[in-house]
């Protein structure tokens, strides 16, 4: 007998149910991969707690007149019969807007253009020596010499010594009196150079001592750099017939663009900043025309009545010239097909 499809009754539903939505990106990431996340939360945390916080305090106060004088909210006094007495203090830190920033632009607040000059000359001298010198030193650690060892070991000396005792040294050799610079100049019947009695001279003293300091690092770096490069390539270069300046441009140069891209930034960036050069060896001398930008901040942040304030404006225009030089860069080297 045929059953009629209409007579049986469908099986019972319930209500439909909504497909289920995909987890989103940052759920799944920290389910899938939670064990990496809670090593990175600390990481994180310290660097809030050491970076972050005081970054955001800084802009604020940058903001503020504060100083000295006027950091606290309240004054308290001693009463007799003991205890203290806290009424509001008058002349606390208000909120200026930009005016700490218009005073420094403007010049009528310290010497921030004579500084920033400083700092161009001081950064751009540095980085420069920094690289060709280390460059030279790398390309000749890089071949087959007798006590290359040796040569590695000294050569990395400077780097080794604490910044403090290398300036003391250098401020003794530039010494007007009792320096080698001087005993060396007089010994071939040159007169004696007062070092620190003219701008340019003063300043020439803590370039070379930061030259000193610095072109290890950038050897070292850059040595590691030329031997990742594939002996084949100069080789076959070598049999195309090129010379050795030919083989070092098409090569060498190629080949340590990557390296260099990183050192020079990180180069650049840490001159910019470096304090206890200018500060020990030429402490600004002659009347404060070798100051750059760091120590101009520092001077204005613990000298004097502390203008913490200014300074801290001071450390923002620093980071902002910082920030733009990096993008900058960055661009430029994308324009030139480096991933970076």
């Not at 780097?159 to 320096?179: C, L």
């Amino acid at each position: 007998m045929a059953i009629d499809p209409q007579t049986v009754a469908a099986p019972p539903t319930g209500p439909a149910r909504a497909p289920s939505r995909p987890p989103g990106r940052i759920r799944r990431a920290a389910t899938t991969h939670w064990y990496a996340w809670a090593m990175v939360v600390p990481v994180v945390i310290v660097l809030g707690v050491l970076v972050l916080y005081p970054l955001v305090r800084g802009i604020f106060i940058s903001f503020t007149d504060l100083n000295e004088s006027n950091q606290r909210d309240e004054i308290c006094t001693k009463v007799l019969g003991g205890g203290t007495e806290c009424v509001p203090n008058p002349n606390a830190a208000e909120f200026v807007g930009l005016d700490n920033y218009v005073a420094i632009l403007t010049g009528e607040k310290g010497e921030f253009w004579l500084q920033f000059v400083n700092t161009i000359v001081w950064t751009a001298s540095c980085v420069a020596l920094h690289y060709a010198i280390g460059l030279g030193l790398a390309v000749m650690l890089n071949r087959k010499i007798r006590g290359r060892g040796i040569y590695r070991v000294l050569l990395i000396v400077p780097w080794a010594v604490p910044a403090f005792v290398s300036a003391f040294a250098w401020k003794f050799i530039f010494n007007e009196r009792n320096g080698l610079a001087n005993l060396a100049l007089t010994s071939i019947g040159l007169e004696p150079v007062a070092w620190f009695s003219e701008r340019w001279t003063s300043l020439f003293t803590a370039i070379v001592t930061n030259v000193w300091l610095g072109v290890p690092f950038m050897m070292v770096a850059l040595l590691g750099g030329l031997q990742s490069i594939s002996a084949d390539l100069y080789e076959a270069a070598e049999m195309d017939g090129a010379t050795p300046w030919q083989r070092f441009v098409n090569v060498t140069l190629p080949g340590l663009r990557p390296v260099s891209a990183t050192v020079i930034l990180l180069g650049t960036i840490w001159t910019f900043n470096m304090f206890p050069i200018i500060f020990l060896v030429t402490e600004g001398q002659p009347a404060g025309q070798t100051e750059i930008l760091v120590t101009g901040a520092f001077r204005a942040a613990f000298e004097g009545i502390r203008q913490y304030a200014f300074a801290s404006a001071y450390g923002m225009l620093i980071l902002s010239m910082l920030v733009v030089f990096a993008v900058a860069y960055r661009k430029m080297l994308s324009r030139q097909g480096e991933v970076w």
